[in-house]
């Protein structure tokens, strides 16, 4: 019952490195988020997507991109790290069964991400 | 103005207490209502919903909701050191893909 699943957990990069965050839910949800908690901060939405082929910008989207090739992966991708993306980022899914606007969203562990 | 306000905290309260928790909002058109639980180090995880006007009782916790009013609240029924955490109120945008705007969290704080 693996539910949301996001890696690494942590993870230090320098200025201007690339890299992918990797989230992947199993509970064939059509929705999914990613937002990044800064500290004492509630949660900033950077990006969604209702289903496979379809995502849009959130928030604070900028200096990240994402794609949504199946149904079960949503990776974040960030191009020239800096300093003021270091952050936690969280990963969520949700069905979209009953109103749709009544379905939580169910979250991943985080990825504590510095940038140096 | 932010579009969900809660105070900072931290809200202290003995053990045995009721803890109140409060939450503001902007958009009047807004339709559901989270309360969040997150723990240090932690993944926000869901206390309660509500949708209606009133009260809605899930064991110790109430949610409460007056949409006149734009606000929200949450209370806690005898409080244990393990309630200890920060609560995000998160409000679902009118209009969009269930975008939630949260809070920035009230930190509750329990103690013996």
């Known amino acids: 019952n693996a539910g949301v699943t996001q890696t690494p957990k942590f993870r230090i990069l320098k200025i201007g490195q690339s890299m992918t965050l990797q989230c992947t839910q199993d509970?064939?949800?059509?929705?999914m988020y990613w937002y990044r908690q800064d500290p004492g901060m509630g949660l900033k939405l950077i990006y969604y997507?209702?289903?496979?082929?379809?995502?849009d910008k959130g928030e604070v989207p900028n200096g990240y991109n994402v794609s949504r090739s199946t149904t079960e992966d949503f990776p974040l991708r960030l191009e020239l790290a800096a300093p003021s993306q270091t952050s936690v980022y969280f990963c969520?899914?949700?069905?979209?069964?009953?109103?749709?606007?009544?379905?939580?969203?169910?979250f991943g562990d985080g990825t504590r991400l510095s940038i140096l | 103005q932010k579009e969900v306000e809660q105070n900072s905290g931290p809200l202290s309260v003995p053990e045995g207490a009721i803890a109140s928790l409060n939450c503001t909002y902007s958009?009047?058109?807004?339709?559901?209502f989270f309360w969040y639980r997150q723990y240090s180090g932690k993944s926000p995880e869901l206390i309660m919903s509500i949708y209606s006007n009133g009260d809605k009782e899930d064991g110790r916790f109430t949610a409460q909701l007056n949409k006149a009013s734009q606000y929200v609240s949450l209370l806690i029924r005898d409080s244990q050191p393990s309630d200890s955490a920060t609560y995000l109120c998160a409000v679902r945008k009118t209009g969009g893909y269930n975008k939630l705007i949260f809070g920035a969290g009230t930190r509750l704080a329990v103690h013996p």
């Open positions: 958009d009047r058109g807004s339709q559901s």
């Open positions: 509970m064939n949800h059509n929705y």
């Open positions: 997507s209702v289903g496979a082929g379809i995502t």
């Open positions: 969520a899914s949700r069905t979209v069964t009953g109103y749709n606007g009544n379905q939580p969203q169910h």
